[in-house]
């Protein structure tokens, strides 16, 4: 009883504050029981958690920072959702025992926990709704097959309209705050959900390394009050287009859809509704 008092005052009170919506499911014992099975590390920005198609019998628990979750398609990364801190990754895998279908890496520095797969056999005697109960909790957060459909819904609901002429960009830092690096590039294609554009890109890792990233993009056409106005969003894909020419493709999301006559306003300020007389 002792030894059991000590392991619940141990539980760091900053891990209870993060999951204190796991902890309203579970018994003081069963959390504390499911806190002393965790490993807990520190992750580095682009560090790999877990690689796609890997055998990985491990449930995360993001405790801060953020994760991004990735697949490649063609050659190309392309991000699948940012998750952040009281999030748990990996539920798929570690209740149904199938192999990851995307990959996750840290988007700058993270604190994660992770839960072994065999800790639930040890459970099962004293502790036999301690998995149901986490599995229940996992299933509240949106299933990855879910977001896959989400995104062919949203490529099929935005209609992609070509568009050229120059477009700059700004990376924002992990506060969403101007992190100084910008660059300008050439636009491809754009819809009231997002934009995509050209860019020379000196390094293909460095490529890689802006997949997650939030973004700060200025238009042509969309000043208000004679002043350039800027959309958030964040890069969802990188894709070689020129590669010998270190040229890609920056696709973006943005935070918040566009109105149908704020993007009529960027197509007149654009090249081809000039021809057109938009």
């Known amino acids: 009883e002792i030894i ?6 141990a539980i760091d009170k900053g891990h209870l504050e993060v999951w204190s919506a796991l902890y309203d499911v579970l018994s003081v014992d069963e959390f504390s029981t499911l806190y002393h099975c ?25 405790n801060s920072g953020k994760v991004k979750l990735f697949f490649r398609e063609e050659g190309s990364d392309v991000l699948v959702k940012t ?4 999030e748990v990754l990996g539920a798929g895998t570690f209740f149904d025992a199938s192999v990851w279908t995307i990959s996750a890496a840290s ?8 839960l ?19 599995s229940d909790f996992c299933s509240s957060f949106e299933r990855i097959d879910q977001f896959f459909k989400k995104s062919n819904r949203d490529r099929r609901q935005f209609k992609r309209l070509k568009i050229s002429g120059r477009i700059s960009a700004t990376l924002l830092n992990s506060e969403g705050q101007n992190s100084g690096v910008s660059t300008k590039g050439e636009l491809s294609d754009i819809s009231t959900g997002g934009v995509s554009f050209f860019v020379r890109i000196s390094k293909k890792e460095n490529a890689r ?8 993009v200025v238009l042509p056409g969309s000043e208000v ?14 894709r070689g287009y020129h590669v010998m020419e270190n040229e890609y493709s920056v696709h973006v999301k943005f935070d918040v859809n566009m109105h149908h006559h704020e993007l009529q306003r960027v197509l007149q300020g654009s090249p081809e509704g000039a021809r057109a007389g938009l």
């Open 107 to 114: 988007l700058g520095s993270s604190e994660i926990s992770s």
């Open 83 to 86: 998750m952040v801190p009281g």
């Open 38 to 62: 965790l490993e807990h590390r520190r992750y580095h920005n682009e560090e790999l958690i877990v690689s796609q198609g890997a055998l990985q019998n491990s449930l995360f628990f993001i």
């Open 4 to 9: 059991e008092e000590e392991k619940r005052a």
């Open 225 to 238: 009050s004679g002043q350039a106005a800027g959309r958030q969003g964040v890069i969802m894909a990188v």
């Open 209 to 216: 390394l802006l997949l997650g990233r939030g973004v700060r």
């Open 116 to 134: 072994q797969l065999k800790n639930l056999e040890r459970w099962k005697e004293e502790y036999p709704a301690l998995e149901s109960k986490l």
